[in-house]
């Protein structure tokens, strides 16, 4: 199974700001749902919190240490590990991490494959995206400009390693 990851990130390696994404781009929102639709996705219980329902047509796994929590329409899971056990064990081929960032910090290492999009502003926010890592090659880049319904323009690219 393919371990991957997907996240928007601005030029000042902005990814959140007070739990929520900094930014409404709907093109990446539309990049971000063409990628996972079908897929497992794994996510943290903060990312959960701000989206505050199941993606649909995903399989959400959730992140949490609690043992109290609940979120419905998702699986609750405690690990990682355990998150990629139960993927696997339903036949998955490509599952996503989503993050947020504590959970892409933890995943990263784990991952062959990151559909990155660069949020071509600096953007104000508090939450920053950890080191990416080494060894990433770039295999597609496709620019966006940006339009009355997608204030800053946005660069998709996809990086994989060995
Ligand atoms: N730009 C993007 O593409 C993007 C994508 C996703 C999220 N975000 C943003 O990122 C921010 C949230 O990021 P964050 O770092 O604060 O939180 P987060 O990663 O979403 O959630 C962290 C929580 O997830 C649980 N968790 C993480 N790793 C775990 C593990 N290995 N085992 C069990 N539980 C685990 C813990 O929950 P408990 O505390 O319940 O134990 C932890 O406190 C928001 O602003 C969000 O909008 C941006």
Redesign the pocket.
């Known amino acids: 199974m393919l371990i991957s990851a ?5 030029q000042n390696n ?10 409404h781009l709907p093109a ?1 929102l539309q990049y ?1 749902k063409s990628k996972t639709t079908g897929h497992h996705i794994i ?8 989206i505050a329902k199941p993606l649909p047509l995903r399989v959400n796994l ?5 043992a109290s ?1 609940e979120a419905p329409g998702c699986v609750v ?4 590990k ?2 990629f056990m139960f993927a696997k064990n339903a036949g998955e081929t490509e599952c996503f991490i ?10 990263l290492p784990y991952c062959k494959k990151l559909y990155l ?1 660069k ?1 071509l502003a600096d953007i104000d ?3 920053l ?1 950890p080191s990416l890592g080494d060894g990433w090659e770039l295999i597609s880049e496709q620019k966006r400009e940006a339009d009355s319904k997608n204030i800053y323009p946005m660069l998709f690219q996809v990086f994989q390693r060995a």
């Open positions: 997907i996240v928007a990130i601005s902005v990814i959140g700001k007070d739990g929520h994404l900094p930014w990446d971000f996510l943290g219980r903060k990312n959960y919190e701000d959730v992140l949490t240490r609690s929590f899971l405690h690990s990682l355990d998150a989503i993050g947020g960032a504590a959970l892409y910090k933890e995943a999009t949020v926010g508090d939450v995206m």
